[in-house]
DNA sequence: TCTAATGGTTCATTATTTGAACTCTTATTT
DNA sequence: AAATAAGAGTTCAAATAATGAACCATTAGA
């Protein structure tokens, strides 16, 4: 690994459950040497990557990383744009919402609402989700230039569960699916008694730059009320990639594939 | 530089008002060889730092930065806890509202509002603001450790203008007002013809963890405006750490240099 | 068609990174 | 109160990864 990557692979272990580590802590986890680390996190925390609690000593994420984030949601705001649309949905919808951003052909967790209640689908900011076998990734690849779609199905698809779809043929149709119906469906494709839909956020050039999921437990999930959600989700993806680009949605579709 | 700081400082190149740069043009202002700068460029894109547009092949920041800002924003909710009452405070005052972060004692401003008319002060998000000539430097400073204190005021104060107070003794003269004043006043130290007002921002432990300003033209800067502006400044970061921490200003102020 | 500019790659040379062993400080146990 | 343990941080010879001049490929413009 170079050592840019195990610079970040420091950063990588900050979580919102364990959001400071302390220097032995970070070196055991990440397997580097304590010194190798120590030197890391210098170098990081010089450019505010890191910072030090000066009285417990540990590390934790720096403000450096909120400013670099700023400046990219200044070309791409969709979280700020999304945001205000995704607080109406989850108060109506009372279900899991989560917004995902594409990034080198990968999806990640940016924003999540989660309703008020016991039973609910848990969803941490920061994940990456795996794009054949979930709703967000489905509805992603129904809006991909035709390279990054193969590229997704190429390699082994991994089964998360017993329901999960790991024939390429398969995962395609439900691709073409999602893209005729406006948002995808995945009933637990990634994890056990959790069902999805997401719809994909569009970008100027038509092609899919992130997605909005509603993720609920089985349980709560009729055929009638996935279609429902799936409605919901779709209708606020295309109201956010319009906002995002001032242009109808169906101009920025057809804008794609051309 | 170590490897991890010449990667981040590629980071560093993109602004608001150039996200996207070519190859040749980062390893031009970087100053690192092309094939250096393209591994580098690797490197921080495997971890979703950056990403490549497919199409025109420039580079731009990537979402890995949101996802990460996004997990140190869980633990120090400031922007989101801030933002509705900034957004406030710029309706009302119709002038250049800015929040910092502190970050290894220094302060990068991390969202801006600027007012909807010709003449206005215009901040950068992303900037770095020196602490003794600077509203918001000022204000945190009123507000750190002893150690962080001595370390601001112990190298030689860059004049950025014909204003600038560069004596340590005065600028300690500043601190001590703002601290009872409960906000700091500058007056061109930092940019000839700007003036600002600011607040700081407390963490649970008492500490300063950002400041917010507003900065203004001094044509439009009385004495009485300054100090109308000063009291709604600190009035709203009053505020803002109230939210964040859940604790009285006072309770939060008494707990630092106990 | 030719030229120039940019993106991207190679591999011997060079410089940085590594980690075992060390100290120092602080908390915990006896 | 002394002993022990555990974490933070440092050092320097050895090991490894980073470097950059020169290369090719592709695209844009003259």
Do not use: W
């Not at 050592?3 to 900050?14: D, M, N, P, R």
């Not at 010194?35 to 000593?57: I, M, P």
């Not at 990219?72 to 705001?77: L, T």
């Not at 100027?204 to 429902?228: C, F, H, K, N, Q």
């Amino acid at each position: 690994m170079s050592t840019v990557g195990k610079a970040i692979s420091l950063l990588e272990l900050f979580t919102i459950d364990e959001p400071e580590l302390g220097l032995t802590e970070i070196a055991r986890r990440s397997g580097f040497d304590k010194a190798t680390t120590r030197r890391l996190l210098v170098s990081l925390a010089r450019h505010g990557f890191v910072e030090q609690d000066a009285e417990t000593r540990l590390y934790r994420l720096g403000a450096g990383l909120t400013r670099l984030a700023r400046i990219r949601e200044a070309r791409f705001p969709i979280l700020q744009t999304a945001l205000p649309f995704i607080r109406e949905l989850a108060a109506v919808t009372a279900e899991t919402l989560h917004l995902s951003e594409a990034s080198n052909g990968s999806l990640l967790t940016v924003h999540v609402e989660h309703p008020a209640r016991a039973n609910r689908v848990n969803v941490n900011v920061g994940e990456y989700l795996p794009l054949h076998s979930t709703a967000s990734g489905i509805a992603y690849l129904a809006h991909v230039r035709e390279a990054v779609l193969k590229a997704a199905l190429a390699g082994p698809l991994a089964p998360f569960t017993a329901h999960t779809v790991t024939d390429p043929t398969a995962v395609l149709d439900a691709i073409e699916a999602a893209r005729k119906r406006g948002y995808s469906i995945m009933d637990q494709g990634y994890e056990e008694g959790v069902h999805s839909v997401a719809g994909a956020i569009l970008g100027a050039d038509g092609y899919a730059i992130g997605t909005l999921a509603i993720a609920a437990p089985v349980v709560r999930t009729s055929r009638a009320a996935a279609a429902e959600r799936g409605k919901a989700v779709a209708a606020v993806a295309r109201e956010i990639s319009e906002r995002l680009n001032g242009e109808g949605f169906n101009v920025l579709k057809s804008r794609a594939f051309a």
